[in-house]
């Protein structure tokens, strides 16, 4: 079974840039969220969506950041603007329904300079 | 909201010791508590999870214990091997957050041959 797949793994752009993830999900699995991790912390929630309805994104900041999940499938994630602290590694993860057990993407390492 | 702390931040230990990472949460509606292990780079890897129905879990060299009285919960590592050297997140969420999952600060495990 493919496990959470996340593009591009790195990016480096400099500020005041847009950038987009983009997130494939485990088969099957209805919950997506997004998570961000700075360096030496653990995961942030952003947004969390059941199928294609964003039922959690209190913590995202939404006056330059957006999310999607179309059809309810794979899920793409912008920031437009960048800023410097932006820079850290954005976490894509999924479960099969909410509070099942989280299967982490490997990452998209942003830098902004 | 639910915080949890992790304790120690790094810990050192001779292959073949014992580890142990302690952890802290404060929201006593909190009933699901993973652990997960990061490599440098790599996405983090569920290793172990306890709901809060249960006191303790084994899975060969791995055990997690939790106190829902005093809301602590710990990782037990046995008989440490070089490749268990990562950092160790734990992580607490509750069923009407839908899987949100609030994360420790980290341990930077290192185990020496």
């Known amino acids: 079974e493919a496990g959470v797949v996340q593009s591009p793994r790195y990016k480096i752009i400099e500020k005041k840039q847009p950038v987009a993830f983009w997130c494939n999900p485990i088969?099957?699995?209805?919950?997506l969220y997004w998570y961000r991790q700075n360096l030496g912390q653990g995961p942030e929630l952003l947004i969390r969506?059941?199928?294609?309805?964003?039922?959690?994104d209190s913590q995202l900041p939404k006056d330059r950041f957006s999310a999607e999940r179309l059809k309810g499938v794979d899920s793409t994630l912008k920031i437009q603007p960048a800023e410097l602290g932006d820079s850290a590694v954005y976490l894509c993860?999924?479960?099969?329904?909410?509070?099942?057990?989280?299967?982490f993407g490997p990452g998209t390492r942003l830098l902004v300079l | 909201g639910e915080n949890v702390e992790q304790h120690p931040s790094t810990l050192s230990v001779q292959e073949g010791d014992s580890a142990v990472i302690k952890c802290t949460y404060s929201?006593?509606?909190?009933?699901?508590f993973p652990w997960y292990k990061q490599e440098l780079g790599k996405r983090p890897q569920l290793i172990i999870d306890?709901?809060?129905?249960?006191g303790e879990k084994k899975d060969q060299r791995i055990a997690v214990t939790l106190n829902k009285t005093a809301k602590h919960f710990s990782l037990h590592i046995t008989e440490t091997q070089p490749e268990d050297s990562a950092v160790y997140f734990c992580?607490?969420?509750?069923?009407?957050?839908?899987?949100?999952?609030?994360f420790g600060q980290g341990t930077e495990l290192s185990v020496k041959p």
């Open positions: 306890i709901r809060s129905n249960v």
């Open positions: 088969s099957g699995h209805n919950t």
């Open positions: 969506y059941e199928n294609e309805e964003a039922v959690d």
């Open positions: 929201d006593s509606a909190s009933n699901y």
């Open positions: 993860a999924s479960s099969l329904v909410a509070g099942e057990t989280q299967y």
């Open positions: 992580a607490a969420s509750k069923n009407n957050q839908g899987g949100k999952l609030i």
